[in-house]
């Protein structure tokens, strides 16, 4: 073999398992194949004037590359098992959380030093959600910042660079089974190693399910969250966000008793396009750095969606829901909320006299002819009910992005080692279907990393 260890994708989970790796044995020749650019070359072209919407580059910067998908994010570790993914229900909490921990100590050594820790964990603020039937996760939060976790992930890229080959530009096209090892093919040439670890996070979700059907390797999938951004003046969050930076809380709604949570939350941030497979949707980000801040705090309201049986393509249904914003808006939609509760279209007119200013250029459009009823009235309905611990979330002028779509990989069928039923072979991070977050996708690359280096 001519490699040690095979890595497929580097995002958070290739990276930490190459770091983890070489670290415990800088003997072993590792090797990382990955489909985007090198961190320093990635940069989407859509400037807001010549180019306004997604021109669907191949590989696309934003999700694809030395750092994977939460390269240009908003750099939220949240160290936690209440979500990210169900990393715990593998290899137990205690582990899980002490590998969150591990993975942030090596990013305030590699250039996070200095950045806050905020933690939800005894929070008076829980109280005051509770008695609005509103219910606050606990979770610890390190937020790097999308400034500084570009510095963080180049620290590490210098790191590792001597010590492990990376090919760039080099998506895997399949995964075989050799004798002793397995072998990925490019149209680079074939790699040959004794272990093989796939990370090829969402961007990657595709390929990896036509790996597992390829190699008979069990999947199941039913989960797609649904929503929208909503963006409204920092001030009327700042109680929270001061203290806690990102909440998630979660609100049954009373007409359905759906699960409707706050998601990713970006005080004084951004809300910026997001394309998936040449789908255009919604996310949001801040910086640290406070000139580059906003005056708006924006965060997404999503509904999850278990399908049952027959039904089991829940990707598909999301993405059909996007498809379907994009073709009436050209990309994402906004609308204030008081067009949409009162059935009006929001127009640009609308939008200009809003007392908030949009931070993204989206198409003013009617979110109601977008979105499935049973969504869009669990989404008005829990901002009804954050007006209550936050006054002014249910003004007129909130304006909502549509549609934020969440899409889950299917989840890969892998023991307490994150390895399949093939030897050697272990599908970690997003593209497992197990993890959904930098914290958790990092530490499935650690825990990965351990397991190797004990069997030689
Ligand atoms: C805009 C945005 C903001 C986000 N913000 C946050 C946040 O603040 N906090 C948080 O916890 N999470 C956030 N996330 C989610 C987070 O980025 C992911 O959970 C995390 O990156 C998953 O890591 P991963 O290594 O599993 O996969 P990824 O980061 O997706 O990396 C996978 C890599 O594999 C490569 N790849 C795919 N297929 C192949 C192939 N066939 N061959 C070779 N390479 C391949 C891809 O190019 C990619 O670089 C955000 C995501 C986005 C898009």
């Known amino acids: 073999m001519k490699y040690d260890v095979l890595i497929v994708g580097a995002g958070p989970g290739g990276i930490f398992s190459a770091y983890e790796l070489s670290q415990l044995d800088p003997s072993l020749k590792i090797c990382v194949i990955e489909a985007g650019k090198q961190l320093n070359e990635r940069k989407c072209p859509i400037d807001g004037v010549n180019i306004k919407n997604c021109i669907g580059c191949q590989p696309c910067s934003i999700m694809s590359g030395f750092g994977g998908a939460g390269a240009f994010s908003d ?63 606990d979770a610890s939060v390190r937020h790097l910042g999308t400034d500084i976790n570009y510095v963080v992930l180049s620290n590490l890229y210098d790191e590792l660079k ?108 951004s809300v910026v396009n997001e394309n998936t497979n040449g789908i255009v949707t919604v996310n949001g980000h801040s910086f640290e750095d406070p000139a580059k801040q906003t005056d708006n705090t924006n965060f997404a309201l999503l509904v999850a969606k278990h399908f049952t049986e027959p039904f089991k393509d829940s990707n598909g249904y999301g993405e059909s829901i996007a498809r379907l914003s994009n073709m009436l808006g050209g990309g994402v939609i906004i609308q204030r909320f008081g067009d949409l509760i009162s059935g009006k279209r929001s127009t640009q007119a609308r939008i200009d006299e809003s007392f908030v200013v949009p931070t993204l250029k989206a198409m003013p459009g009617d979110l109601s002819l977008v979105m499935p009823k049973r969504i869009l009235d669990g989404i008005i309905e829990m901002i009804y009910a954050l007006d209550k611990i936050a006054p002014g979330t249910a003004n007129y002028d909130t304006l909502l992005y549509g549609v934020e779509v969440k899409f889950y990989n299917m989840e890969v069928d892998v023991d307490s080692n994150l390895m399949t039923s093939f030897n050697n072979l272990f599908v970690i991070g997003d593209c497992s279907g197990i993890t959904h977050s930098l914290s958790h996708a990092s530490a499935s690359g650690v825990h990965v990393a351990r397991y190797i280096v004990s069997q030689k």
């Open 75 to 137: 750099g939220k570790y949240n160290i936690t098992n209440d979500f990210g993914g169900t990393l715990h229900e593998y290899i137990g909490k205690e582990k899980a959380l002490e590998l969150m921990n591990y993975v942030d100590g090596i990013n305030l050594s590699h250039g996070g030093s200095g950045t806050k820790l905020y933690t939800s964990i005894q929070s008076d603020f829980k109280m005051k959600c509770m008695e609005q039937d509103l219910h606050l996760l």
């Open 162 to 269: 001597d010590k492990v080959e990376f090919h760039f530009l080099t998506p895997a096209e399949t995964v075989e089974q050799i004798d002793g090892g397995y072998r990925v093919v490019t149209k680079k040439g074939d790699f040959e190693g004794k272990y093989c670890i796939i990370s090829a996070g969402r961007s990657g979700s595709k390929w990896m399910e036509k790996v597992c059907e390829d190699m008979n390797i069990p999947t199941k999938s039913n989960r797609v969250d649904i929503g929208v951004r909503v963006e409204l003046p920092a001030a009327v969050f700042s109680h929270i966000t001061d203290e806690l930076y990102e909440s998630k809380i979660v609100y049954r709604t009373q007409k359905y008793g759906d699960l409707v949570r706050t998601f990713c939350m970006n005080p004084r941030g």
